[in-house]
């Protein structure tokens, strides 16, 4: 066991070890991590570079000074490492290094749900160690099956893919603003290849489809009573087929040859496992956001791409836009009424922030492409901004007191801060 610990551990030997490429949305929030004593839940789906954030956490506490055998990684999901209880692997590396009790340890967890009792494990762990835990899980079946053990003594970080601006990041590649009309072409890349780490730096649609079967069936068939597992892939497909459309659970078990409650459940699986995420209707009346049909959003546009081959840019666009939303806490839903439609409204009925994800080259404030945007300006004429995402038009546009942006997709996804913080 020992010599296990010093080949996932090199810096208890003082070797180096590749941390892959920094992610500094992430790495920044380190210092916060640090202050507070509660464990630190990184989730989100397999390979979208969980472990490689922890190792980047170990890097960055080792250049601060922490000495490195008062830190100690394990991968739970390495058969060496799978069988053994959390707090014996603890107390046989404090035998390593005969660590007194009250010295501070660092413990890196990850893939913690296959460590057995890993729940009444950290819980024992919190309440009478001197630790600082970071765990990482890949589905939300993490925090859900844990029963409340943990409520207090946890904080929950999603890891979501990688930003457009990651995305650059990983392809060393991001043109001066000189040079922006390079970006477009760029941004196409990036709503086909998608944001898997992975996937990005060796775009591959084999290796996408092996992490997608392998999460259906390591994920889900493994954790869940799903009896009809053929029809999770075929439910994947429907969703990916219709992004962005109303979702109607009776069509899509029609179709599939299920029963409604069990493609709902389905459909729960698939967002435990963080491929899917919905979105309800924004409206003013609980029961309406509860009970009206929601939109279906993949967790990245590379899956869309395997899925439903190449092309529908308009529809990754608008995926995009989800998601960037959501990776900023933002809360969001669509607008619906009077057969007209718009993408995503944020805020509130006393300020709303109306966003239309339109792919085109060129849109004129009178094009119908905008009737739900301006059905919505109706109804909420107290709205002061509102965003029109494009292909490649930029301009402002004034309506009675609402003053309209209208912004091209590579520029809004590389700052979209700051977009955002008008609304």
Partial sequence: METAYYIFNPWWEKKDFDSGIDRPHYLMQLPDFMERRQVEVMVGSRRIGKTTLLRQFIKKLLREGVPPERIFYLALDNPMLSGTAISDHLRNMRKVFMHDRETKLFLFLDEIQESPDWEIQLKSLYDTEILKIFCTGSTSSLIKMQGGRLTGRQITTVVYPLSFEEFLLFRADRPGMDEDYKYERLFEEYLQVGGYPENVLNPSMLYLGNLLDDILSRDLIRLYPIKKAFALRDLMKLVAAAVGSRTSFNKLGKVLGLAVDTVKEYMGYLETAFLVMPMPKWTMSYSEKVYASKKIYLWDTGIKTLLTVDGDSGAKMENAVFVELK?????????????????????????????????????????????????????????????????????????????????????????????????
């Fill in 327 to 423: 990776r900023r806490n933002i809360d969001c839903g669509y607008f619906a009424a009077s057969e007209k439609e718009l993408d995503f409204v944020t805020g509130d009925a006393r300020r709303p922030f109306p966003i239309e994800a339109k792919y085109a080259s060129q849109i004129e404030w009178g094009d119908r492409r905008l009737a739900g945007l301006k059905l919505f300006l109706r109804r909420f004429p107290q709205t002061r901004k509102g965003l029109v995402i494009t292909r490649g038009e930029q301009k402002e546009v004034k309506v009675n007191k609402t003053e309209i942006s209208f912004v091209p997709a590579w520029r809004f996804f590389l700052f979209s801060g700051r977009y955002l913080q008008e609304m």
